[in-house]
């Protein structure tokens, strides 16, 4: 089983519509991510959360918001969906005990705002 | 101006081939340095982790740093079909994983 799980996989919304991306991870890391990938800008991060008390603004986090509902769980969510948020969303997680703090991603949600 | 550049590709080469992978970045202040590869469809995966100047092997794989220029690369011998991906490179200024900075990515083609 994969260790960092995101659903759906893919999506299809239309504007102004609320959607909600999940995030699960079963390798114990206090750390999540949520970023989004667009063709010519590569990955940008939109929050991160070093606890289930901890969350943080990244460099692109207007028109979004997150629950972390506990701290396998991470979720995403657009509260008003727009064109220009169609793009690769990817969640990621990490563990700050380690000396090199690798990110682990997930698959990844294809989503399509109309 | 982006703070890390990268060639986006796509870049062919031939089975066996040495493949060159590289960046260019403007903030002095990074120090930690990161590769990593992204099949179509799939989440990136670290490659190479490299902290400061320098070079680390593994395997098939090289990553160089030179901070004095503001270039890092990745080096790819004896390349394979498998090696066709996606490589971003990432780099911070801190270490921590909240404040890493990617490229755009190069896209690589191994043909047979």
């Known amino acids: 089983d994969a260790d960092v799980t995101q659903t759906p996989r893919n999506r299809i919304t239309k504007t102004g519509k609320r959607i909600m991306l999940e995030c699960s991870q079963t390798?114990?890391?206090?750390?999540m991510y949520w970023y989004r990938q667009d063709p010519g800008l590569g990955l940008r991060l939109i929050y991160y959360?070093?606890?289930?008390?901890?969350?943080n603004k990244g460099e692109i986090s207007d028109g979004y918001s997150v629950s972390r509902q506990a701290q396998a769980k991470f979720s995403l969510s657009l509260e008003s969906a727009i064109p220009n948020q169609t793009a690769l969303y990817f969640c990621?997680?990490?563990?700050?005990?380690?000396?090199?703090?690798?990110?682990?991603f997930g698959p990844g949600t294809r989503l399509l705002v109309l | 101006q982006k703070e890390v550049e990268q060639d986006p590709g796509p870049l062919s080469v031939p089975e066996g081939a040495i493949v060159s992978l590289n960046c260019t970045y403007s903030?002095?202040?990074?120090?930690?340095f990161m590769w990593y590869r992204q099949y179509s469809r799939k989440g990136p995966e670290l490659l190479m982790y490299?902290?400061?100047?320098g070079n680390k092997e593994d395997g098939r794989f090289t990553a160089q740093v030179d901070k004095s220029s503001k270039y890092i690369s990745l080096f790819i011998r004896d390349s394979q079909p498998s090696d066709s991906a996606t490589y971003l490179c990432?780099?911070?200024?801190?270490?921590?994983?909240?404040?890493?900075?990617f490229g755009t990515g190069t896209r690589l083609q191994v043909t047979l």
């Open positions: 959360s070093f606890d289930v008390k901890d969350i």
């Open positions: 490299t902290y400061s100047s």
């Open positions: 390798k114990g890391h206090d750390r």
């Open positions: 990621a997680t990490s563990d700050r005990r380690t000396s090199e703090e690798t990110q682990y």
């Open positions: 903030n002095s202040a990074f120090q930690y």
């Open positions: 990432a780099m911070s200024a801190t270490g921590t994983a909240s404040k890493l900075t």
